[in-house]
């Protein structure tokens, strides 16, 4: 019996990682993310985004983690509803998307070999908003980790499926770095004009994005305040 107590929440573990990934990895998308944040990191060198790069990822890991542990207690807390979280969230997406897409052009980030920007004072304060927040965990992924920690399986101890979703987290925001940290390289081969174009293309897909957690907050809130709207 003690063993197929351990058999099963070894099985529910590796549920728990892998209903994490899967449902956190498509609507965070990394590597979609990365002309994105690019264009956001224009003017840092190599050596000053790889620093970037990793307080990004562990900013999203604690973002996420704390969102799947306590996110709904403070949401709660503060008589806030995900309806609306989406709605305050979209319209962040919406409004850092429509600067992008009506920013001049200007030499593509990948160059790297001009000086320094100075951003030492506000480096942090830069990692978090908005790289890390909402353009890397925007509202629907804070929404999806909000809803994996809200409905834990019924009979499996609740430690087992924190940290079945913990490890998802870190696969996750592993992925975000590499991603990140290599961006250069990964638009290196499209040059000046492809890598302008990916931007572009890029904001205008993360401004439908934007207007689509909108949508879906303010379609909460409707039903949430006319049921028979339904």
């Known amino acids: 019996m003690h063993s197929l107590n351990i058999l099963n929440n070894l099985h529910h573990f590796a549920t728990a990682v892998l209903l994490a990934v899967g449902a956190l990895l498509p609507i965070i998308d990394p590597l979609g993310g990365t002309p994105i944040y690019l264009a956001m990191t224009t003017g840092l060198t190599p050596a000053q985004r790889s620093p970037m790069a990793r307080t990004?990822?562990?900013?999203?890991?604690?973002l996420l983690l704390a969102s799947n542990l306590v996110g709904a207690y403070v949401l709660d807390f503060f008589g806030l509803s995900i309806p609306?979280?989406?709605?305050?969230?979209?319209?962040?997406?919406?409004?850092?998307?429509?600067?992008?897409?009506n920013s001049p052009n200007s030499p593509p980030a990948i160059a790297g070999d001009g000086p320094p920007a100075a951003?030492?004072?506000?480096?942090?304060?830069r990692a978090f908003y908005p790289l890390t927040m909402p353009l890397t965990v925007g509202p629907g992924a804070i929404s999806i980790a909000l809803t994996?920690?809200?409905?834990?399986?019924?009979?499996?101890?609740l430690v087992v499926t924190a940290l079945g979703h913990a490890l998802g987290i870190?696969?996750?925001?592993?992925?975000?770095y590499l991603c990140y940290r290599y961006a250069d390289r990964i638009l290196n081969k499209l040059g000046p004009t492809g890598t302008g174009v990916v931007v572009r293309l890029s904001a205008f897909i993360l401004l439908c994005i934007g207007v689509q957690i909108c949508w879906n907050g303010l379609h909460g809130l409707i039903i949430g305040a006319f049921p028979s709207a339904a």
Request: hydrophobic share 55%.
């Open 84 to 101: 609306a979280v989406q709605v305050a969230g979209g319209l962040v997406v919406c409004a850092i998307a429509w600067s992008l897409l």
């Open 170 to 176: 870190l696969i996750v925001t592993a992925s975000i």
């Open 119 to 125: 951003v030492t004072e506000d480096f942090g304060l």
């Open 148 to 157: 994996l920690g809200a409905n834990p399986t019924r009979g499996v101890p």
């Open 56 to 62: 990004v990822s562990a900013n999203s890991f604690l």
